[in-house]
């Protein structure tokens, strides 16, 4: 962090006036209470003068304002805390995200391209280098990172979309290689290196980021990278496609699939487990029964919110019924990696053929039961095993089958994950911390994954530790920065932003209401919507209600939005 006047920058030594900036900044034109400033400048338990200090630190901070020529009114002491004002031409970070609005906003891609890079040459060095706050580290790094990551991916995006492939390796190269688990960089850099040519290049790229997700993840590459995989082995052409209109500022939107280019498809002889999946034993009975059943309807649907564990559900009942389908069994995954669903035609051409055998057809991530149906009549007979957030009540309506809707996790299948996924030692020795930390991740399947992946990656963070800082900001902090899809704020907000603007607002607003029953005054068919879109549960003859992770995410998301519009230039 440093401060420009004319032609003399001066950075900042590591302090406590200087972690106290830094919250501030961090929060440009927000009322920041003065709890979470005592925390940001103290780390540990404030002491009983902190509230005196933190006057002192604000004193020396508006003394150094005055030293460069700045209005000491920039920092303003309101009730409950204190409030930093910033505009465009005061703070890289507010600039940062103008520009990013504004490329959303952009007439064309070479327009949309400038602002971007323009964006991204604000960023110098690692953030808050010198800030010594843990919180802050912790917590508003990785979500700084995040956002320029998005950034940086939308702008290799359009790079390749306008034929720049020797241009964009170098940027490809490097954030490939920081961020391995973070697919799209990898994606679009075996793209680049494929169409200059070099086609050994891009299979060896993408071979090494297989090998470390089955080996360090237990995952396999996600759709976009196993279609270009299947390309580069038939040997065809990638002609460059035009970019998708991003569909806000600083998020990424990920080119159609190239004409002749295969979708995300894969049979397999053996499938995997999942890793330390739990629970949802009664499902799994359920779901085996039907999918083997000799006669009648074999088709299962499985909703339910976003990140409540759809997907690992059907992955862990195709292994185990796999013996029962020596056809193989095939997924098909519908939605890309930023959400948006894979066209009907696409998805009906790759389609297995029919096999010897029974065949088990996994069709992932369906948006919605026009994307289903026609897929059905290819899939006659296979039995079929169907995702998504919606309850597709049109499928089970005409083809027969089941809908099992997914609740989040019992307490004692939320410990039992968490203890396969840490160790059951680290667990056991704290079983208090360890039902807190359920609680700050909602027992969302996906929010416990993501804890769990924070605990193994720091083997001295305590259990009870963890669960007090996620439980400060769990939507904020349920994040890895290496993976959008582990990430709470990236799986809701495709969730939300994939519905139509009434239906976001409807959400927002019962998210904003007190616990219990939201829906008093609501119109039956936007709550019947939400319900339907995995984001609202029950209804009548029972009262409606939103899971607590989610109204968490809807009154972040509020405010969010509310700091964003006063920041943004008039």
């Given at each position: 962090?440093?401060?420009?006047?004319?032609?003399?920058?001066?950075?900042?030594?590591?302090?406590?006036?200087?972690?106290?900036?830094?919250?501030?900044?961090?929060?440009?034109?927000t009322v920041v209470s003065t709890a979470y400033l005592l925390r940001a400048v103290w780390d540990e338990e404030p002491p009983a003068t902190a509230r005196a200090a933190l006057q002192t630190c604000v004193l020396r901070l508006r003394r150094l304002f005055a030293k460069y020529g700045i209005s000491a009114t920039t920092i303003e002491a309101v009730p409950g805390g204190y409030r930093m004002h910033c505009d465009t031409k005061t703070l890289d970070l507010v600039q940062f995200r103008a520009l990013a609005a504004r490329a959303g906003t952009a007439a064309g891609p070479g327009e949309e391209l400038y602002r971007l890079r323009e964006a991204l040459s604000l960023w110098q060095g690692q953030p808050l280098a010198n800030v010594a706050s843990r919180l802050l580290q912790d917590d508003a790094v990785p979500a700084l990172e995040q956002e320029r990551l998005r950034v940086l991916e939308r702008v290799c995006d359009l790079e390749l979309a306008a034929g720049n492939c020797h241009q964009v390796l170098v940027d490809l190269y490097e954030s490939a290689r920081r961020h391995p688990v973070r697919?799209?960089?990898?994606?679009?850099?075996?793209?680049?290196?494929?169409?200059?040519?070099?086609?050994?290049?891009?299979?060896?790229?993408?071979?090494?980021?297989?090998?470390?997700?089955?080996?360090?993840?237990?995952?396999?590459?996600?759709?976009?990278?196993?279609?270009?995989?299947?390309?580069?082995?038939?040997?065809?052409?990638?002609?460059?496609?035009?970019?998708?209109?991003?569909?806000?500022?600083?998020?990424?939107?990920?080119?159609?699939?190239?004409?002749?280019?295969?979708?995300?498809?894969?049979?397999?002889?053996?499938?995997?487990?999942?890793?330390?999946?739990?629970?949802?034993?009664?499902?799994?009975?359920?779901?085996?029964?039907?999918?083997?059943?000799?006669?009648?309807?074999?088709?299962?649907?499985?909703?339910?919110?976003?990140?409540?564990?759809?997907?690992?559900?059907?992955?862990?009942?195709?292994?185990?019924?796999?013996?029962?389908?020596?056809?193989?069994?095939?997924?098909?995954?519908?939605?890309?990696?930023?959400?948006?669903?894979?066209?009907?035609?696409?998805?009906?051409?790759?389609?297995?053929?029919?096999?010897?055998?029974?065949?088990?057809?996994?069709?992932?991530?369906?948006?919605?039961?026009?994307?289903?149906?026609?897929?059905?009549?290819?899939?006659?007979?296979?039995?079929?095993?169907?995702?998504?957030?919606?309850?597709?009540?049109?499928?089970?309506?005409?083809?027969?089958?089941?809908?099992?809707?997914?609740?989040?996790?019992?307490?004692?299948?939320?410990?039992?994950?968490?203890?396969?996924?840490?160790?059951?030692?680290?667990?056991?020795?704290?079983?208090?911390?360890?039902?807190?930390?359920?609680?700050?991740?909602?027992?969302?399947?996906?929010?416990?994954?993501?804890?769990?992946?924070?605990?193994?990656?720091?083997?001295?963070?305590?259990?009870?530790?963890?669960?007090?800082?996620?439980?400060?900001?769990?939507?904020?902090?349920?994040?890895?920065?290496?993976?959008?899809?582990?990430?709470?704020?990236?799986?809701?907000?495709?969730?939300?932003?994939?519905?139509?603007?009434?239906?976001?607002?409807?959400?927002?607003?019962?998210?904003?209401?007190?616990?219990?029953?939201?829906?008093?005054?609501?119109?039956?068919?936007?709550?019947?919507?939400?319900?339907?879109?995995?984001?609202?549960?029950?209804?009548?003859?029972?009262?409606?209600?939103?899971?607590?992770?989610?109204?968490?995410?809807?009154?972040?998301?509020?405010?969010?939005?509310?700091?964003?519009?006063?920041?943004?230039?008039?």
């Amino acid at each position: 962090m440093s401060i420009a006047h004319g032609p003399e920058t001066v950075v900042l030594k590591p302090s406590k006036p200087t972690s106290l900036l830094a919250a501030l900044l961090l929060h440009p034109n927000t009322v920041v209470s003065t709890a979470y400033l005592l925390r940001a400048v103290w780390d540990e338990e404030p002491p009983a003068t902190a509230r005196a200090a933190l006057q002192t630190c604000v004193l020396r901070l508006r003394r150094l304002f005055a030293k460069y020529g700045i209005s000491a009114t920039t920092i303003e002491a309101v009730p409950g805390g204190y409030r930093m004002h910033c505009d465009t031409k005061t703070l890289d970070l507010v600039q940062f995200r103008a520009l990013a609005a504004r490329a959303g906003t952009a007439a064309g891609p070479g327009e949309e391209l400038y602002r971007l890079r323009e964006a991204l040459s604000l960023w110098q060095g690692q953030p808050l280098a010198n800030v010594a706050s843990r919180l802050l580290q912790d917590d508003a790094v990785p979500a700084l990172e995040q956002e320029r990551l998005r950034v940086l991916e939308r702008v290799c995006d359009l790079e390749l979309a306008a034929g720049n492939c020797h241009q964009v390796l170098v940027d490809l190269y490097e954030s490939a290689r920081r961020h391995p688990v973070r697919e799209r960089f990898t994606e679009q850099l075996v793209e680049a290196l494929y169409r200059t040519g070099r086609q050994a290049e891009a299979l060896a790229e993408y071979r090494t980021v297989r090998d470390r997700l089955r080996d360090e993840l237990g995952i396999d590459p996600g759709p976009g990278l196993r279609r270009l995989e299947l390309a580069i082995l038939r040997a065809e052409e990638l002609a460059p496609a035009p970019p998708e209109p991003a569909r806000a500022a600083g998020t990424t939107a990920v080119p159609a699939l190239p004409s002749g280019a295969s979708a995300p498809v894969r049979a397999a002889r053996a499938v995997p487990p999942v890793p330390a999946f739990a629970g949802r034993e009664s499902d799994r009975r359920a779901m085996a029964a039907r999918l083997t059943a000799p006669d009648g309807p074999r088709l299962v649907v499985v909703s339910g919110a976003p990140g409540i564990g759809k997907s690992a559900l059907a992955r862990q009942t195709a292994h185990e019924v796999q013996e029962s389908f020596p056809g193989g069994v095939f997924t098909l995954q519908l939605a890309r990696p930023d959400g948006t669903p894979v066209a009907v035609e696409e998805a009906a051409r790759l389609m297995p053929e029919p096999a010897t055998g029974r065949r088990l057809v996994v069709l992932d991530g369906a948006a919605g039961a026009w994307q289903v149906l026609p897929l059905l009549s290819v899939a006659e007979d296979a039995a079929v095993l169907v995702t998504s957030r919606r309850q597709l009540a049109a499928v089970v309506a005409t083809h027969g089958g089941a809908v099992h809707r997914l609740d989040v996790l019992r307490s004692a299948e939320a410990h039992a994950l968490l203890a396969g996924l840490v160790g059951a030692e680290r667990v056991a020795a704290e079983p208090a911390a360890t039902r807190e930390l359920a609680a700050a991740c909602g027992h969302f399947p996906l929010a416990l994954r993501i804890a769990a992946g924070r605990l193994l990656t720091r083997p001295g963070l305590s259990v009870a530790a963890c669960a007090a800082w996620l439980a400060e900001d769990p939507t904020a902090r349920l994040a890895l920065a290496e993976d959008a899809g582990l990430s709470v704020p990236e799986v809701l907000g495709q969730a939300l932003d994939a519905l139509a603007p009434d239906l976001r607002e409807a959400f927002l607003r019962l998210g904003a209401r007190a616990a219990g029953d939201p829906a008093a005054g609501e119109d039956d068919s936007v709550l019947e919507q939400l319900v339907d879109a995995g984001l609202l549960e029950d209804g009548p003859p029972g009262p409606y209600r939103m899971h607590e992770l989610l109204r968490i995410y809807a009154r972040r998301r509020v405010r969010t939005h509310e700091a964003t519009a006063s920041a943004a230039p008039r």
